[in-house]
């Protein structure tokens, strides 16, 4: 079983529409969590950011942490075709040397 | 912001070359990595380092070593290049401590023929 799992996709939306995005994961020790956005054929881009269970909430964006169900959201309101990438959900540890552990990504397209 | 670069983004070598995977990051950051993205394996981890001339095996170092000569720089060699190294290389780094997050480049696409 891997560590982070994460629902390939693809995922296609309507533009306008809410955006969900989800990843569980099997390990309690993880404290943070990430969103990254990758378009194609560029790297990453760190999205939102939160440490421990609760949301967070940037423009259209909203991260959701629930340690207890070991899940993590990510929501986007008013989707628009810019949207359209990778995403990647991606957590580690306490500690300096706890590895970034990442999931494998969703796809979504985000139609005109 | 934080910059990350990888001098080339496009490489075609050929079995058996050696291969020389650069990146610099202008951010003073403590910690660079490398990894490597195949489709439906998502990032693999390769091998990262903590400090000048210190490096860590990663999830996959087989086949790969690296350099870290110097803070800003982090090297990835492929000593003997393999058609199964055909991938997208992302180079990364991040600040030491518990919160840190880690910031890439814009990735290197090798293709080994």
Not at chain 1, 15 to 31: D, P
Not at chain 1, 32 to 41: A, D
Request: glycine share 8%; proline share 4%.
């Amino acid at each position: 079983q891997k560590e982070v799992e994460q629902d390939p996709g693809p995922l296609s939306v309507p533009e306008g529409a809410i955006v969900s995005l989800n990843c569980t994961y099997s390990n309690s020790a993880f404290q943070y969590f990430m969103w990254y956005r990758q378009y194609s054929r560029k790297g990453p881009e760190l999205l939102m950011y939160t440490y421990s269970s609760g949301n967070k909430e940037d423009g259209r964006f909203t991260a959701q942490v629930d340690k207890s169900s070991k899940y993590i959201s990510l929501f986007i309101r008013d989707s628009q075709p810019s949207d359209s990438a990778t995403y990647l959900c991606a957590m580690r540890g306490s500690g300096a040397t706890n590895k970034l552990i990442f999931g494998t990504g969703t796809l979504l397209a985000v139609q005109p | 912001d934080v910059k990350v670069t990888q001098s080339s983004r496009y490489l075609v070598k050929r079995t058996g070359e050696k291969v020389f995977l650069e990146c610099v990051q202008d951010m003073d950051h403590e910690n660079m990595f490398w990894y490597r993205q195949d489709p439906g394996l998502g990032l693999r981890l390769i091998y990262f380092s903590y400090d000048v001339k210190m490096k860590e095996k990663g999830d996959i170092p087989e086949g790969y070593s690296v350099s870290r000569e110097k803070k800003e720089r982090f090297s990835l060699i492929l000593e003997s290049a393999s058609t199964n190294q055909t991938s997208m290389y992302l180079c990364a780094s991040s600040t030491s401590g518990n919160g840190n997050t880690i910031y890439f480049g814009e990735g290197s696409w090798l293709t080994v023929v």
